[in-house]
């Protein structure tokens, strides 16, 4: 008897280790078929995306200028005489703009209102008379429109990206006793940190003029006769090489 349920029950399992036996073959199938549905997924994306579109429109010459609609050109720091957003002074001459990152003392001396924006002089001739009083505070020139280094094409400030056209590293002070203390900064106030900073908390002039004392400045008793002082007096016509057409496009 134990012999035959044995046999029974042999028979019995074998379907089932059958049934086992088949999971795996039906799997390798749906793995194979899942690959081949990927693989063709994937050429008909590269087909959709990479086809060449049609166009009933001929392209653009690319020598003909005129095919290409023209962008506007997004305005750029400075536009005002201040600002309180761009937080320097500037004005405009020859072909160009004068900018300069002043202290409120340097402000004040140049009646220049801290805490409301300042337009431009609406005459030239007013810009001219303050250009040059911002010229004997260091201010750098820049050549419009400016020539953005490649590869940018727009910048939200022209002194960020740009470099001047015409540099100047001097910082000055005008005692009330007369004569002028200058500070050469050419060499980005290395070795005068932090002692440079008192320079923002001057609250008088005379202040200002010891602080740059105290970094090693040099005190000329004649403003005109004071080497320092020479490229700020000196006249300035405008950047060599461009003819009045082009720098009156500057100031336009």
């Known amino acids: 008897m134990a012999s035959s349920l044995d046999v029974k029950s042999t028979k019995a399992e074998t379907p089932a280790l059958r049934t086992l036996d088949a999971k795996p073959s039906r799997t390798r199938i749906s793995k194979t078929l899942l690959v081949i549905l990927t693989l063709l997924f994937l050429v008909f994306a590269r087909f959709y995306l990479y086809r060449t579109p049609t166009s009933h429109f001929p392209p653009p010459d690319w020598d003909d200028d005129s095919d290409w609609p023209e962008e506007p050109v997004e305005p750029f720091e400075p536009l005002k005489r201040y600002s309180l957003h761009y937080g320097k ?22 009646a220049i209102d801290r805490f409301q924006d300042t337009a431009r002089a609406p005459e ?8 040059a009083r911002l010229r004997m505070y260091g201010a750098r020139f820049w050549q419009l429109p400016p020539k953005w280094p490649y590869p940018v094409t727009w910048c ?11 540099d100047m590293s001097l910082d000055v002070g005008f005692p009330a006793s007369g004569g002028v203390w200058t500070l050469n900064t050419s060499q980005r106030w290395d070795g005068l940190y932090p002692q440079s900073l008192g320079l923002q908390n001057t609250l008088t002039m005379d202040e200002r003029c010891e602080v740059i004392k105290d970094l090693g400045g040099r005190f000329c008793e004649d403003i005109q006769a004071c080497p320092e002082m020479a490229p700020l007096l000196e006249p300035f016509e405008g950047v060599p090489g461009l003819d009045d057409d082009d720098q ?3 100031l336009a």
């Open 248 to 250: 009156a496009e500057g």
């Open 124 to 131: 030239q001739a007013d810009e001219d008379a303050f250009c």
């Open 156 to 166: 939200e400030t022209i002194d960020g990206c740009v470099k001047p056209a015409r």
């Open 89 to 110: 002074v500037a004005c405009w001459q020859h072909g160009g703009v004068w900018i300069k990152k002043l202290t409120p003392v340097e402000m004040s001396s140049l």
